[in-house]
């Protein structure tokens, strides 16, 4: 029997503060001189409080700490705020809490310490694995400060992901192929492997917009390196689980799964945003999004959330739809019915299942290779006629 909170129960804890600001950045980061952590830690602890009192009883499948840099965190704070989370939530055996953490010597030094605190599974944000790419991206740590992070992580932890970005500026194919290579030598359990995007607001999207963002590959270009993403990760034994994620068996990162599956989680910190089932009924939460006002809020009216909005069954269905297909286990039809009340429209489903770009029966409906490549358009023939 398909129950609604079947897709687990997360936690997100936002940390806004970088050492610098990346040009194609768009996420909610901020450069700071100097952060009273023990200010902010009351913060935290009031919001982890709150939050728990609307999901009380649900057993905590996962924490992750998210930025921004979480690891300019004094781990001091973060031993803070698990223990404030134990003492709030039932927490499974096996939770999973993932620090995101850039391999600059720096944070490398707090590694151990993160460990100590807490933290089981270490994110980080390597990037590129040369020096003349990491220039170009606008990181501050060089490949031997990756190399020698990497090592520490390793040391420290059982489960580690690094990121990469490819199709970069001047990247052909073949320097995809001989990065990613690299890359899967080195690689633990996970890879997260995401293509440049140019987004509007970045520096980035400003140079671009003005003609000087030179050296991007052409689609052709963009596609043959996705394809080789897909086959190299395979044949290493960390095969796609997700659009952009690649993981061994059993390494998939459960915080993310949570995602993508249309389970509940709630978002701490400025900007966070949160998806909680109270009564039935689905709610969409978001924090300030500046951190000194969502800090100031906490502090002075007990809250750094903005008003909530409760998300109609045809959204509810739509976000499942668009989660749920990026997932190479794809989506479970009975499951958006107990959670929207509605169905994918069959003649939909029969049209693409006809043009080769998704497969379907009665307990999964999955994008094909094909699909992926197409797979925006593939979400909106599925969410365009949805019936009760």
Same mark, same amino acid.
């Given at each position: 029997? #398909?129950?609604?909170?079947?897709? *687990?129960?997360?936690?997100?804890?936002? @940390?806004?503060?970088?050492?610098?600001?990346?040009?194609?950045?768009?996420?909610?980061?901020?450069?700071?001189?100097?952060?009273?952590? &023990?200010?902010?830690?009351?913060?935290?602890?009031?919001?982890?409080?709150?939050?728990?009192?609307?999901?009380?009883? +649900?057993?905590?499948?996962?924490?992750?700490?998210?930025?921004?840099?979480?690891?300019?965190?004094?781990?001091?704070?973060?031993?803070?705020?698990?223990?404030? #989370?134990?003492?709030?939530?039932?927490? %499974?055996?096996? @939770?999973?809490?993932?620090?995101?953490?850039?391999?600059?010597?720096?944070?490398?030094?707090?590694?151990?310490?993160?460990?100590?605190?807490?933290?089981?599974?270490?994110?980080?944000?390597?990037?590129? /694995?040369?020096?003349?790419?990491?220039?170009?991206?606008?990181? /501050? !740590?060089?490949?031997?400060?990756?190399?020698?992070?990497?090592?520490?992580?390793? %040391?420290?932890?059982?489960? #580690?992901?690094?990121?990469?970005?490819?199709?970069?500026?001047?990247?052909?194919? =073949?320097?995809?192929?001989? =990065?990613?290579?690299?890359?899967?030598?080195?690689?633990?359990? !996970?890879?997260?492997?995401?293509?440049?995007?140019?987004?509007?607001?970045? %520096?980035?999207?400003?140079?671009?917009?003005?003609?000087?963002?030179? *050296?991007?590959?052409?689609?052709?270009?963009?596609?043959?390196?996705?394809? $080789?993403?897909?086959?190299?990760?395979?044949?290493?034994?960390?095969?796609?689980?997700?659009?952009?994620?690649?993981?061994?068996? *059993?390494?998939?990162?459960?915080?993310?799964?949570?995602?993508?599956?249309? *389970?509940?989680?709630?978002?701490?910190?400025?900007?966070? !945003?949160?998806?909680?089932? +109270?009564?039935?009924?689905?709610?969409?939460? =978001?924090? /300030?999004?500046?951190?000194?006002?969502? +800090?100031?809020? #906490?502090?002075?009216?007990?809250?750094?959330?903005?008003?909530?909005?409760?998300?109609?069954? $045809?959204?509810?269905?739509?976000?499942?739809?668009?989660?749920?297909?990026?997932?190479? =286990? &794809?989506?479970?039809?009975?499951?958006?019915?107990?959670?929207?009340?509605?169905?994918?429209?069959?003649?939909?489903?029969?049209?693409?299942?006809?043009?080769?770009? $998704?497969?379907?029966?009665?307990?999964?409906?999955?994008?094909?290779?094909?699909?992926?490549?197409? +797979?925006?358009?593939?979400?909106?023939?599925?969410?365009?006629?949805?019936?009760?």
């Amino acid at each position: 029997m #398909v129950r609604v909170n079947d897709a *687990g129960f997360g936690l997100y804890i936002h @940390w806004p503060f970088c050492q610098s600001k990346c040009p194609y950045c768009d996420f909610n980061s901020h450069v700071a001189g100097r952060i009273d952590q &023990g200010r902010w830690l009351q913060a935290y602890l009031a919001e982890i409080d709150r939050a728990a009192q609307d999901t009380a009883g +649900l057993r905590l499948r996962s924490v992750f700490f998210g930025g921004g840099t979480p690891s300019l965190m004094d781990p001091e704070t973060v031993f803070a705020i698990l223990d404030r #989370v134990r003492a709030n939530w039932p927490v %499974a055996n096996d @939770w999973e809490v993932t620090l995101e953490a850039n391999p600059g010597s720096a944070d490398a030094a707090r590694f151990r310490a993160f460990r100590a605190a807490g933290v089981n599974r270490l994110s980080m944000g390597v990037q590129a /694995l040369n020096d003349e790419d990491l220039k170009r991206l606008g990181r /501050l !740590h060089t490949l031997a400060d990756a190399m020698a992070a990497f090592d520490i992580a390793k %040391a420290c932890y059982d489960r #580690v992901s690094f990121d990469l970005i490819y199709a970069r500026q001047y990247q052909t194919p =073949e320097d995809w192929a001989q =990065e990613l290579t690299r890359a899967l030598d080195m690689a633990v359990d !996970h890879l997260s492997l995401y293509q440049l995007t140019i987004e509007d607001g970045t %520096a980035f999207g400003d140079r671009y917009a003005r003609g000087g963002l030179r *050296g991007l590959p052409d689609e052709d270009r963009s596609v043959a390196m996705y394809e $080789i993403t897909q086959e190299l990760c395979k044949t290493a034994g960390l095969p796609a689980y997700e659009v952009s994620n690649h993981a061994r068996l *059993g390494a998939q990162s459960q915080h993310n799964l949570i995602y993508w599956r249309g *389970g509940d989680y709630a978002g701490v910190g400025p900007g966070a !945003h949160g998806r909680v089932t +109270l009564g039935g009924r689905r709610w969409a939460t =978001e924090a /300030l999004k500046h951190p000194w006002a969502w +800090l100031d809020a #906490v502090e002075k009216r007990g809250t750094g959330e903005l008003p909530r909005d409760e998300i109609a069954p $045809i959204e509810r269905a739509q976000e499942y739809i668009l989660m749920g297909l990026r997932l190479n =286990e &794809g989506l479970d039809p009975a499951r958006l019915e107990v959670i929207s009340g509605l169905s994918l429209p069959s003649a939909a489903l029969a049209d693409l299942c006809e043009l080769g770009l $998704i497969t379907a029966d009665h307990s999964r409906v999955r994008t094909t290779p094909q699909g992926r490549m197409v +797979l925006n358009a593939v979400i909106r023939r599925l969410t365009e006629d949805l019936a009760p």
